[in-house]
């Protein structure tokens, strides 16, 4: 009896798994199938269907993307890699984007060499995906205030931003599937972000207040663990 209340319990989670998926997807496919037929009915190109097209089909692969991180685990490559390299790294992507906004990047390197044991592709995503959503929660103009250094047997990153904050009943809603404020948001950043540091063996922490800011925290180790 018990196998079978697991059983439905799993199927319950598909379901609303699959049903997420579908109504994300479906979105921006409407979206594509509409600047189709209007294109036909168009003589001339339009390229602002074309870049509005193209930022669908981005969407779609975000999507495709971060429920990746929920298939089978992919085969681990982990090394020592200087986790200050992997997040300038991630900058040179996200800068102009916090340049446009206004918002000023303080780093705050406490150890210059900080190596942690890792996959350095997967927590790039990691760390975009945390800068994105501090970057997208600050409304006006300040500063993103980034930590980095050594605490005992872990490297430990920061991400301080000044936005919104988080309302403490929602805090506990952090990395479900689809759970989003945004309206263009899908909210599987931070479960592909939580999945990511669990498989390596490290802690994220969050620390919310509303109105004032949020800081997101990675720890990862340094060495191989078991
Ligand atoms: P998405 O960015 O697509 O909404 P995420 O999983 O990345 O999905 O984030 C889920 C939700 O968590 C966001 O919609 C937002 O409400 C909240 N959130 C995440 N990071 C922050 C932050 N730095 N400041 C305020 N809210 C945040
Ligand atoms: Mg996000």
Redesign the pocket.
Known sequence: QVDNLLQSDKMALIGQLAAGVAHEIRNPLTSLKGFIQLMKSDTKLNMDYLEIMESEIDRIDTISNELMAFAKPSPKDYQLHNLQSIFENCMTLLEREAIQRKIKVVRKFEDEQVYVYCDDQKIKQVII??V???I??MEKPGCLTVQLQKKDEFGMLSIQ?E????PKD?LEK??QPF????TS???????MCYKIIEEHHGKIHVE?EWGV??T?TIYLPTSPTQ
């Open positions: 995906n945390l994105k959503n501090a997208e929660a931003d936005g919104t904050g988080i929602l952090l990395g759970f989003t404020t945004k948001g899908n909210g599987l950043g931070l479960m919310s800011g949020s997101f």
